[in-house]
């Protein structure tokens, strides 16, 4: 069966996003994507496949799928309720030299084993996912902390198994990534004017219909959502320096000053002044 691959979207100012019960068990979804991926589930019982390997797992399952390992999604045909969390993670989620740091030495030989796809089993399997479970409770900061904590309980004290005798799977499809890249590219580089979908479709080399499928497969977004979100990221940055919401709005792509305001509501639940007020209102620590 052809590998899907999935083109997740993590927050530019985040390394990793948090993802708790996606409903999928009525989709066969045999994907891959460049990210790690944690995840935990409790169920009765369920489908394991990741790369080669095929079993069920009962009651619970923690797996840790490195990048570009085809697996199901661990609720396909699930007809019982369930629970599920999942972190995916970039490739250098703790930074470029996260590796140099000896104190990181048992996780990062974690990551490495990965590749082939590990299962955890032991007496704090259970434990472990609930703190995973707990996870979209915490600031974000927590989050990030939590979750280091977790990879070194994995590294040094859980029993891993082996999915997968060795790490093959490099870049399934070097077309849709190649794709991908062109589209993120294009929009970091262009967001500040308007972008067409039939110039990004022709970069793909795609029709207008093919590439709206396309980009709608990928991201469960439209292309114009998708853009939305990238512009308002950037309007968030700038505002927080004196520059006027107006010129904010022209900057980051928008037609007009009332559809910025309107996107960046919904988006972010409060106006663009509202936010700037908010965030500037916070004191930073004081160094003592």
């Not at 022709?202 to 990238?230: D, G, I, M, P, W």
Request: proline share 4%; aromatic share 12%; charged share 25%.
């Amino acid at each position: 069966m052809k590998i899907q691959f999935e083109a997740i979207q993590i927050k530019e100012e985040s390394s990793f996003r948090i993802l708790q019960t996606p409903h999928l068990q009525d989709f066969y979804l045999w994907h891959s994507h460049p990210e790690y991926e944690l995840l935990y589930i409790e169920a009765e019982a369920g489908p394991r496949r990741v790369g080669d390997h095929v079993s069920q797992y009962q009651q619970s399952d923690l797996v840790f799928i490195g990048p570009h390992i085809p697996h199901l999604n661990f609720d396909y045909g699930l007809k019982v309720p369930y629970r599920k969390i999942v972190v995916q993670m970039k490739e250098d989620f703790l930074g470029r030299t996260w590796s140099e740091v000896p104190e990181l030495h048992a996780i990062k030989e974690l990551f490495e084993r990965a590749k082939t796809g590990i299962v955890f089993e032991g007496d704090r399997k259970e434990e472990i996912g609930q703190r995973l479970m707990a996870l979209p409770d915490r600031s974000h900061f927590d989050q990030f902390m939590e979750i280091l904590s977790i990879f070194q309980v994995l590294a040094k004290e859980m029993k891993s198994i082996y999915l997968n005798e060795m790490a093959t799977w490099e870049n399934p499809s070097v077309r849709d990534q190649q794709r991908w890249q062109i589209v993120k590219e294009w929009v970091e580089n262009h967001f500040m004017e308007a972008i067409t979908l039939q110039e990004i479709a022709e970069k793909c080399h795609l029709s207008r219909e093919a590439f709206c499928r396309y980009f709608k497969s990928k991201t469960q977004l439209t292309f114009s959502n998708y853009v939305n979100q990238y512009r308002i990221t950037q309007a968030k940055k700038m505002l927080m320096q004196d520059v006027s919401i107006g010129d904010i709005a022209f900057a980051c792509g928008f037609e007009s000053l009332s559809y910025f305001t309107k996107i960046f509501t919904r988006t972010i639940g409060e106006s663009p002044n509202q936010y700037r007020k908010r965030v500037k209102s916070i004191k930073p620590l004081k160094l003592i």
